[in-house]
């Protein structure tokens, strides 16, 4: 089973033959020889934490823009 393609039946190749592969959790990645290291633990965690930092200040920005509009009449020219 080893070398086939995720979901292929046989390991024949989906779609127009392009290089794009989907793996298995348990397979390993293209390149990723024996001395590959894994990705740390904590990496994921960060970047959630930045991504979802960042939709909260986003948020709440367009918030205060539309606030501000709302309470001052001087703003409403398009």
Known sequence: MAGRLWGSPGGTPKGN???AL???AS???PG???GARPRPSWLAATLASILIFTIVV???GNL???LSVYR???LRNA
């Open 17 to 19: 033959g392009s290089s």
């Open 22 to 24: 989907l793996l298995n």
């Open 27 to 29: 397979q390993p990645a």
């Open 32 to 34: 990723g020889g024996d």
């Open 58 to 60: 986003d948020i709440v």
């Open 64 to 66: 205060l823009v539309v």
């Open 72 to 74: 001052n009449k001087k």
